[in-house]
């Protein structure tokens, strides 16, 4: 199955500093998803972009859907210790199954 | 509290067996998703059902089994054909079409 282009990896940052990860595909999406997983955990939703163009803030997270439909960012500014975990991007196509393809995950550690 | 649960939380497969996770949900959602993670990577669907009685097969379907008897719930069986069934397991949910994705907190399979 296709993955989605996730980069960084990973990130070791100080806690202030801002961050940004993003994701690219060679494919069309209509929905792109941001998730964090925490160790041991399940992901948890984000962040949902519905429309090219669209940016869209929770907090202190700020994600974009590209005007392409084929990349999408996510920031996270003012990082806190609490922001260490897995981020996962996540496409949504048409159809009528809604699957979704996930990126590889940007592991995020911040240092207090 | 409404959710989706995963059980067990850690599992132990001996060579040869078969063993079936547990995903419930009271979200009342039609659509539900089983997914692989390993070390390091995004997460691969296994196997999804959009409704009652329905499932289709995902990108890694080989070595696994599902049934889906009852909305809330949909049971994943790793048989003995999975040669490397050592991973974490999550389960996921969708309500309408439009809305994302809502994961379990997964179950972890290791092999004795």
């Known amino acids: 199955g296709q993955q989605l282009n996730q980069s960084p990896q990973s990130m070791f940052i100080q806690e202030g500093e801002d961050v940004s990860m993003n994701c690219t595909s060679s494919s069309i999406f209509n929905t792109w998803l941001w998730y964090k997983q925490d160790p041991g955990e399940g992901p948890v939703l984000l962040i949902a972009l519905y429309k090219a163009g669209e940016l869209t803030s929770n907090g202190r997270l700020t994600a974009q859907f590209g005007i392409t439909r084929k990349d999408s960012f996510l920031n996270i500014s003012a990082s806190i210790p609490s922001d260490v975990g897995i981020y996962f991007c996540a496409g949504q196509g048409g159809g009528s199954n809604y699957k979704l393809t996930f990126g590889k995950g940007t592991l995020l550690t911040v240092n207090p | 509290d409404g959710g989706i649960t995963q059980s067990p939380k850690y599992l132990f497969r001996k060579e040869g067996q078969n063993v079936t996770l547990s995903c419930e949900q009271n979200l009342n959602h039609d659509a539900m998703y089983w997914y692989r993670q390993d070390p390091g990577q995004g997460l691969r669907l296994i196997y999804y059902?959009?409704?009652?009685?329905?499932?289709q097969k995902g990108d890694i379907a080989e070595g696994y089994s599902v049934s889906r008897e009852k909305k809330e719930s949909f049971p994943l069986t790793v048989t003995s054909a999975q040669k490397n069934p050592t991973a974490f397991y999550l389960c996921?949910?969708?309500?309408?079409?439009?809305?994302?994705?809502?994961f379990g907190d997964g179950t972890r399979l290791s092999i004795l």
């Open positions: 059902s959009q409704i009652v009685n329905d499932f």
């Open positions: 996921a949910s969708r309500g309408t079409d439009l809305l994302p994705q809502h």
